[in-house]
């Protein structure tokens, strides 16, 4: 059974960036379209960025064209988000999320999600 783990989460500070990583341990990613979506306190989920199995991605948040960024490898079973120039607002848990079939990322139409990692951006 697929299990997802996300990593990269932490304290920063305004301006800086982070890269997050979602692997499986015991199963192949490369299949699966995997989405990153995040969480802030007192709000819902929302979807951020999503990679199909053939490396097309798609934006769900077109307003931060260019601050978020996602990719994946293959070789290390792993899709990465890439945040930079990081604000306050971004504050949240973020997920990553499979699904076996499609290439888009619906908030719920994920298979398997991973507990999440906690960025907290703060001064």
């Known amino acids: 059974q697929l299990q997802l783990v996300e990593s990269g989460g932490g304290s920063v500070h305004p301006g800086e960036s982070l890269r997050l990583s979602c692997t499986a341990a015991?199963?192949?990613?490369?299949?699966?379209?995997i989405g990153w979506f995040r969480q802030a306190p007192g709000k819902e989920r929302e979807e951020l960025l999503c990679?199909?199995?053939?490396?097309?991605?798609?934006n769900y948040i077109a307003s931060e064209q260019g601050r978020f960024s996602i990719s994946r490898d293959n070789i290390k079973n792993t899709v990465h988000l890439q945040i930079n120039n990081l604000k306050p607002e971004d504050t949240a848990v973020y997920y990553c999320?499979?699904?076996?079939?499609?290439?888009?990322?619906?908030?719920?139409?994920?298979?398997?999600w991973g507990k999440g990692t906690l960025v907290t951006v703060s001064s």
């Open positions: 990679i199909g199995s053939s490396g097309a991605s798609t």
């Open positions: 999320a499979a699904r076996a079939y499609g290439s888009l990322c619906p908030r719920h139409g994920m298979d398997v």
């Open positions: 015991a199963s192949s990613l490369r299949s699966q379209t």
